[in-house]
């Protein structure tokens, strides 16, 4: 397996990072909710080409609850960053239903404009946009009791220009593409990761399950097919971010088994990387969250907060780290 090694240790301001995204000058951009230490403001990081790293933005806070908690991220053609602002992923009972789609202009460092895409959700996590229409995991829809007792989660789908849409986090949601269920019920958490391929189909991965289906569309936009791409518990136990290569190879982000993992375009399952338990100083791969490709290198945001039975990771240390793999 392949070693990672380290790519930055992350200023002072930040404690959390986690989504990821390429601005039109080619510098990385980084989401940094800040979950381990909510009194840091959840802010937006630039990386140049040299590294050298910037607080580019603090995220406009929700006026109710004074927070923004910026996870997946994605440039508009535009442009302007959308962002989901995962305001109840602590499970907090007064943040439940606060989440927003957040779309920001941003001019010389400052936000000149603030629109709220969608508002009320209980947990968006990840992005991706093609074409006209932002595509939004909801990692759980608690609300939504299927007869199995196993957890729902869904993929939402808005325009770009959208505004003002009051999500109810039930199945009456229009913008509601298509759900899911977790059946892993050591760990009832739902889809997370989210990726097109070379073909237009949308991949999105359940985290519980460690299983990344494939969504195929019908000519007007509806779904036509959803079904498990592949899935290998073995060499995959989570999957958070993804992101795909030139050669239609994925890239998972295996949270809970502080690895990384690749999906081959037949749908084999192969972990590339693995790290036992560590502060993540010297690259080690601490709670890998979020995967993107930068410079001809994977990058790796390391969330470093979760514990539990199933996790690797025991506990949380500063500075937050980005590690980096060869591929």
Partial sequence: ??????????????????????????????????????????????????????????VPTREDTGLACPMGIEFGPDGDLYICDNQGWSGAEKLQFKGRILRLKIEN???????????????????????KHIYVTQSMLSKVKDPSGLLVSCVYRFHLEDENIQITNTLEDKNILTTFLTYNKDCQYGVDGIEFDRNGDLLIGNFGDGAVYRIKFNGDGSVRENKIWAQDPSQLQTTDGMIMDDDGNLYIADFSANAVGKIYPDGRVERIAQSPDSDGFNGELDQPGEPIIWNGKLIISCFDLVTGPDKINTKHELPATLAELDI
């Fill in 1 to 58: 397996m392949k070693t990672s090694k380290l790519f930055a240790l992350l200023p002072e301001y930040v404690c959390t990072p986690d989504g990821m995204s390429i601005d039109k000058d080619g510098s990385l951009i980084l989401a940094c909710p800040n979950y381990a230490d909510p009194s840091m403001p959840g802010c937006i990081l630039k990386i140049d080409k040299n590294k050298n790293i910037t607080k580019w933005v603090d």
């Fill in 109 to 131: 460092g400052k936000v000149v404009k603030t629109t709220v895409v969608a508002d009320g959700m209980e947990h968006p996590n990840g992005m991706r946009i093609r074409g």
